[in-house]
């Protein structure tokens, strides 16, 4: 079950890393643009980044529990409060885009690109809403092969709409990097309707041919289940974005090479994150269908399991991160005080690797266990606070520049491993009732 899900979650970081790469033809201004975006993006997904967790959490045990019933109920209820979520958000997002982007420290070099960039992409995060939705049910009740399935098509349909539409290929309009985010919507268009046609398939344990047959409606009590595992998620969510954004703003007061260097070292480390992603999305299922089958001893072992191969694969990329820097680097920038800006952040990012992996798997363990209120502390400690001040200490009061940005994410990423493996050792969140 694992492998599929790391290599959706590996596939899209990667196209992540070559979105970045693509549009660095434009110009550093152009990466540092999209950057700007990523936060205030993130920050607008939160909710729904909570529904999915609950979503993936609850029918994972509804499937230990074999209440075909009541996870079909809590898949149509969150895909309904989806569609009426998405709708608000999009259209706020996409008036106040000027301000937003704004607050985020765009310079005069990057501020229009970063707005209409913005526009774009929320303007059409309906689409990203839905697939993201029923993929975490998916994931839930075990079918990551389909998830993988969408997830490689939708990327492949951004890579090459991005290839068309930034450069002007084959006819088709040079848009630049209105054209990425035309390319990334697209994208999500296509995964949308991929997600909904999985759910047309015979003999899977979430499918709409169930909820017409058996006349399934969605239900309070399955929204309430949702809050009641989410609501935790949801302000983990929107706090972490918090420290994120104070992150990137101080990246982005810096000056646009530093920005540039900082946005393709966030794509770098996004493709560590994506293997622990990945292994934490197969450990919530099968944590969350043992603990519903009432076998404690083997949700420990899962996580357990899911642990050692991450910390295999952190050091593989480590290793990676060292001889290839510099070559990372030049490939993305022309500009060589850029590029060695670049390679000493992915000299910090060789020691985050180590601590970011695990503790995005023992986080997942304990999310896809219900332990939703102690994962969310952890995150606003570590995240919202820690990330910041060290970031700020290390990177203003003691002169380091970007670099010290970068160690103030080590120190965020060492504390959510020591806070997640204590939690996961102790044992309670085999508990806990969803």
Known sequence: MAWPAVVESFFTAFVGLVDSYMVSGLGSNAVAAIGLTTQPKFMGLSMFFAINVSLSALVARRRGEDKKDDANRILFSGIVFILFAA??????????ADGIIR?????????????????????????????MGINSAQRGA???????????????????????????KLG??????????????LGTVVASIMSVRSLFVDGCFVSIPFIVKNKILPGFAAVRSLIKVGYSVFFEQILM??????????????????????????????LSFSFGDGLQATAVALIGRSLGQKDEKLAREYGRTCRVIGLFISFVLACLYFFGGHAIMSAFFE???????????????????IFQVSQVIYMGCLRGAGDTAYTAKVSIVSVTVIRTVFSYVFGYTLGFGINGVWMGILAD??????????????????????
């Open 87 to 96: 709708i608000i958000i999009s259209t706020l997002l996409v008036v106040f």
């Open 103 to 131: 607050f985020c420290g765009s310079n005069p070099d990057t501020h229009d690109l970063a707005v209409s960039y913005f526009r774009i992409v929320m303007g059409g995060m309906i689409f990203n809403c839905i697939q």
């Open 142 to 168: 075990g079918n990551t092969r389909i998830t993988m399935r969408t997830n490689l098509v939708s990327n492949t349909v951004n890579v090459i709409f991005n290839y068309l539409l930034i450069g002007g």
């Open 172 to 185: 088709f309009p040079a848009l630049g990097v209105k054209g990425a985010a035309l390319a990334t919507v």
């Open 241 to 270: 974005r918090v420290g994120f954004m104070a992150t990137s703003i101080m990246a982005a007061k810096m000056g646009t090479a530093a920005m540039a260097a900082h946005q393709v070292g966030m794509n770098i480390m996004g």
């Open 335 to 353: 500009e060589p005080e850029i590029v060695k800006i670049g390679v000493d952040i992915t000299r910090i990012i060789i020691v985050v690797v």
């Open 413 to 434: 990423q060492v504390s959510r491993f020591i806070f997640a493996s204590i939690r996961f050792k102790q044992g309670k969140w085999t508990k806990i009732k969803i």
